[in-house]
C-alpha cells in the first residue's frame, strides 16, 4: 500500500500513484521495518528536481523494481525541501560514502536510521560501470540477510564520522578588516575573469558572496570587490540562466558562461538576488540592476505568489516530459510569431542561433546587449511571451516554506521601498501575515512550522534556516512599515533560537531540542545555495540588537560568527553571509529613526534620504509624532520644530537632529 496520498507536499503526491508501497518518514515506517525485519529504502528529492523524474519514471513506476522494493524494504520517500535535517544527514553520509552528492538521492539505513549504503541516480539498467537499480536492491537484500552485523557496524561507524565532523573549529576573535580584505583576495584567485562567477561549471549564482562584496565596496571603497560583483551579476542578468521574456532566475548554469540553464527556478534564489540586484542598483543606480529588480519581483508576484498569501517553493524544471521545453527556441518559430524582419532582429539579440545552444537545435534566450531599439523590444518580448504562455507550463511546487518565504519578505520589503512600489511592500506583509497564522506557534509558543500547503501546515519542525530567514524578513518588514508587531515576533523568534538550538558553545544546532530526534544531531553553519541557518540568525541577531539597544544578541552573534574567522582568508565563498554579518558588526550599528507623519512629504523624503544608506550594520525606524515606544533607536525621539526630524547615531555617537533630507544625506556620507 502507498501511504502518500494524505501528504502536504507536492513532491510526494507525484509519488503517491507508484506502485511502490511508500511511507512518509515516520515512526510507523520505523516499526514497519522492525515487524517485518527489512532494511530501510529512502529515496530523497524535490520537486523541481530534473533527474528524480528520471529516476522515478524508470525505476519506482516500473513494476518489477517495485515488487523488488515491496518485498525486500520498506520504502520511504521524503521531500528534501519540507525535510532539510533529513536531507542533511543523508547526504552528508552520501558523500562521505561516495565522495558525492546530489538528487535524488539513494540511502539504505537500518532499525535505528544509521545508513549503511548510499548513493544518487541509479538506472534501470547497467550503464557506464554503473550497477541497475535491480541489481542494487538484490546485493543490499544479499548483504542484509547474510552480512547483517558487518553493515549495521558500518553505519554505526559512519554515524561516529558524521558526528565528529559536526565540531566546529573557531578563532578567539569575529572577522577583522584584515580578514575581509583577505576574504576578497581568495576570491579574486577564483574569480572567472572571461564570464564572471567562481570556478568553473556547473556554476551558481554566488548570492551571499555577492553580498559581501557588493558591502564591502560599500564600506571600503574596495573596487576589486565590486568589479567582481558587477562582472558577475551583469554576466548573470544577461545569460540563459535569467528569463529574459518572463524574469527570474534558473537554479544553476551547467556551462561556465551562464547561457544554459538548469531550467527549475527556485524561490531562494529568486528571493536571494532580488535583493542583491536592489542593492547594486541602490550602490551604483545601475539601469540593467533596475530592470532585473523589476522583471523578477514581477516574476515573483506573478507566478510563485499563492493564494494564501505566501510564496510557492519552486517551478519545475520539466514540461511536456522533457527538461528546459517551457523556456527554449528555434529560429523558425520565432519568425512565425514576429515575421521576416523582427524575426531576424530578435534571434540576434537574443542569441537563438541554427545550431543552437541548447539540445536538438534549440536556444536558451540571452541578451548579451541592450536592444538598440527599447520599444520595438516591449513589443517582441510581449509576443514572445504570449505565444510562451500557449506551451504546457512547468508544474508549481505550491508548498510554502518558511525559510525561503522570510527571503522573500526581506527582499520584497527593500525592493518596494527604494522603488517606490507600494504593492511589492504589501505582497511581504501579506506574507509575514500569513507565516504568523499558519505557520508559528503549532509545535508551542513562538515555535515555527517549516512547511504548509493550500494554508494547511505540515508536520515538519522548522529547522534553524527558518528562524533565521523568518527573523530576517520580519525585521526588514518592521524597517520599512513600523509596524512593531514583526520587530516583537522576529525577537521571539530569536529568543526560540537561543533556547532550542544553541549548542552551548557559541553556535546552534540545525534541529530543536524538543524536536524529534534522529539518528544524529546536524550541525553545520557553511552556506549553501541559500544562507545557512547559522550565520542567519547571527545576521538577524545583530539586526535585532541595532533596533531594540539590547546588547546581549550582539554579543550572541559575535560568538556564533567566531567560526568564520579561519574560513575568510580559506574559504570564504562557503560563509559569505558570515562575513556580512561581520561587516555589519564591524561598521554598526548606523541607527537611523525618521520621526513625523508617514503621508508627509518631509517625512517621505527623510525616509528616502535614509534608506539610500548603503554601510553595513544600518537599521532605520520610523514613528509617528505621538508615540510611545521604548525601542532606543526610537525612545525619547521627537519632532524638531515641529517638523519631521532625522536622527543619526553611529556606535551611539549621535550627530545633531535634522529637518533636511540633504544635511541628513551628506552626514551618511561623511
Known amino acids: 500500500m502507498n501511504h502518500l496520498d494524505k501528504s502536504t507536499s507536492p513532491y510526494l503526491l507525484q509519488h503517491a500513484t507508484n506502485p511502490v508501497h511508500w511511507w512518509e518518514w515516520s515512526e510507523a515506517a520505523f516499526a514497519e521495518a522492525r515487524r517485518r525485519d527489512l532494511p530501510i529504502f529512502v529515496s530523497i528529492g524535490y520537486s523541481a528536481c530534473h533527474w528524480c523524474h528520471v529516476m522515478a519514471h524508470e525505476s519506482f513506476e516500473d513494476e518489477k523494481v517495485a515488487a523488488l522494493l515491496n518485498e525486500n524494504f520498506v520504502s520511504i520517500k521524503v521531500d528534501r525541501e519540507e525535510r532539510p535535517d533529513l536531507d542533511m544527514i543523508y547526504m552528508n553520509a552520501t558523500v562521505e560514502l561516495t565522495g558525492h552528492g546530489g538528487w535524488p538521492m539513494s540511502v539504505f539505513i537500518d532499525h535505528q536510521g544509521a545508513p549503511f549504503f548510499a548513493g544518487t541516480y541509479f538506472p534501470p539498467e547497467p550503464r557506464h560501470q554503473m550497477a541497475s537499480f535491480s541489481q542494487l536492491l538484490n546485493r543490499i537484500t544479499h548483504l542484509w540477510q547474510e552480512r547483517r552485523n558487518e553493515i549495521v557496524a558500518v553505519g554505526q561507524n559512519l554515524i561516529e564520522i558524521l558526528n565528529a565532523q559536526a565540531q566546529v573549529s573557531s578563532a578567539e576573535f569575529v572577522p577583522r578588516d584584515e580578514e575581509l580584505a583577505s576574504a576578497v583576495n581568495v576570491l579574486a584567485r577564483d574569480f572567472d575573469t572571461e564570464n564572471g562567477g567562481f570556478g568553473r561549471s556547473p556554476k551558481f549564482p554566488p548570492s551571499m558572496v555577492l553580498e559581501f562584496l557588493l558591502r564591502e565596496y560599500a564600506r571600503t571603497g574596495n573596487a576589486q570587490a565590486l568589479a567582481m560583483a558587477e562582472q558577475t551579476l551583469t ?279 524538543q524536536a524529534p530526534s534522529l539518528v544524529s544531531r546536524p550541525k553545520n553553519f557553511a552556506d549553501n545555495a541559500e544562507p545557512s541557518g547559522w550565520l542567519s540568525v547571527a545576521n538577524a541577531m545583530i539586526t535585532y540588537s541595532a533596533l531594540t539597544g539590547l546588547a546581549d544578541y550582539r554579543l550572541c552573534a559575535e560568538a556564533a560568527l567566531t567560526p568564520v574567522t579561519p574560513l575568510a582568508g580559506r574559504g570564504p565563498r562557503s560563509v559569505g553571509w558570515g562575513l556580512v554579518a561581520a561587516q555589519a558588526l564591524i561598521c554598526g550599528p548606523v541607527q537611523i529613526a525618521v520621526i513625523g507623519e508617514k503621508n508627509d512629504e518631509a517625512t517621505k523624503l527623510l525616509l528616502t534620504a535614509a534608506w539610500q544608506a548603503t554601510s553595513p550594520g544600518t537599521v532605520i525606524a520610523w514613528a509617528p509624532p505621538v508615540h510611545n515606544s521604548n525601542l532606543e533607536i526610537l525612545k525619547d525621539r521627537k519632532m524638531v520644530a515641529n517638523r519631521a526630524t532625522a536622527y543619526l547615531c553611529r556606535a551611539f555617537i549621535c550627530e545633531r537632529p535634522t529637518n533636511d533630507y540633504l544635511e541628513l544625506s551628506a552626514q551618511l556620507k561623511n
Open 235 to 513: 554576466a548573470m542578468a544577461r545569460g540563459g540562466i535569467y528569463d529574459q521574456l518572463g524574469g527570474g532566475f534558473a537554479r544553476y548554469s551547467v556551462d561556465e558562461k551562464w547561457a544554459v540553464p538548469h531550467f527549475e527556478k527556485m524561490l531562494y534564489d529568486n528571493a536571494l538576488l532580488l535583493r542583491i540586484y536592489t542593492h547594486w542598483w541602490r550602490l551604483t543606480g545601475s539601469v540593467l540592476a533596475q530592470k532585473i529588480v523589476r522583471e523578477t519581483a514581477g516574476f515573483m508576484i506573478a507566478e510563485l505568489l499563492t493564494q494564501q498569501g505566501g510564496f510557492a517553493s519552486s517551478l519545475d524544471a520539466d514540461s511536456q516530459g522533457a527538461e528546459g521545453t517551457f523556456y527554449i527556441w528555434k529560429p523558425a518559430q520565432v519568425y512565425e510569431i514576429l515575421g521576416e524582419a523582427d524575426g531576424k532582429w530578435a534571434c540576434q539579440l537574443l542569441n537563438i542561433t541554427d545550431a543552437g545552444t541548447f539540445e536538438d537545435g534549440y536556444s536558451t534566450l540571452q541578451m548579451p546587449k541592450d536592444p538598440d531599439d527599447l520599444a520595438r523590444w516591449e513589443s517582441v518580448k510581449a509576443q514572445l511571451l504570449a505565444n510562451r504562455n500557449l506551451r504546457e507550463k512547468p508544474p508549481l511546487d505550491d508548498k510554502v516554506v518558511a525559510a525561503w518565504n522570510g527571503l522573500a519578505i526581506a527582499a520584497l520589503a527593500e525592493a518596494g521601498v527604494l522603488f517606490g512600489q507600494p504593492r511589492w511592500i504589501e505582497v511581504a506583509t501579506a506574507a509575514a501575515e500569513f507565516l504568523n497564522k499558519v505557520h508559528v506557534g503549532n509545535h508551542g509558543q513562538n515555535r515555527l512550522s517549516r512547511t504548509s500547503r493550500a494554508g494547511v501546515v505540515g508536520a515538519s519542525w522548522g529547522v534553524l534556516d527558518d528562524y533565521g530567514n523568518t527573523a530576517e524578513g520580519l525585521l526588514a518588514l518592521y524597517q520599512v512599515t513600523g509596524d512593531e508587531k514583526f520587530l516583537t515576533l522576529a525577537g521571539k523568534l530569536l529568543d526560540t533560537c537561543r533556547e532550542q538550538f544553541a549548542d552551548g558553545a557559541g553556535g546552534f544546532f540545525y534541529t530543536a531540542t
